[in-house]
């Protein structure tokens, strides 16, 4: 009889839960990244801002540039923002999907032992039957051998019966 692991439907469906775990946790960190990007393509449109302004000639432009600049900066706070209130869920995350990987490798140790009780069962009660064939091949083999010593005393009998 192969090994059946009794709690099999429960391994598999923690293991199906930390899939589903790992993929919210790859979303997560896809949103990390892109709050990242964003704050990239912010920081690089407040440089060329900065270098736009330098290079105005026309001093009236001035005021909206400072403008824009204080706008990008603001942006920028709240892209950063935006980006820890990310970050925070991507731990928090990441720490579910390592309590499912826990949950997980706790039962497929289980499992393990499980399976190597069940081994040892196996190999004891495959000695048993060896040790149960042993002893009836020895017993078998007495009487055949008792039964060879009574045919040879019966012959020797019967030789010393007709000798006399």
Known sequence: MPFRY????????????KEEQLLVVQKAQQAVYEAEQRIRENELEIQQTIQNKRNEKDFRMMEYYDKYLHH?????????AEKQRLQAILDEEKQKLIK?????????????????????????????????IGVQR???????????????????????????
């Not at 009794?6 to 839960?17: E, H, N, P, T």
């Not at 190597?116 to 048993?128: C, G, H, Q």
């Not at 012959?155 to 010393?160: A, G, Q």
């Open 138 to 164: 020895f017993f078998i083999q007495s009487r055949e051998k008792e039964e060879e010593e009574q045919e040879q005393l019966l012959s020797r009998e019967e030789l010393d019966y007709m000798e006399e």
């Open 6 to 17: 009794r709690l099999q439907k429960v391994l598999d469906f923690r293991i199906r839960k």
């Open 72 to 80: 990008l900066w603001d942006k920028a706070e709240a892209l950063e």
């Open 100 to 132: 499912l990987e826990q949950a997980v490798k706790v039962l497929e140790k289980h499992k393990e032992k499980q399976k190597e009780a069940y081994l040892e069962e196996e190999k004891a009660i495959e000695l048993r039957q060896f040790s149960e």
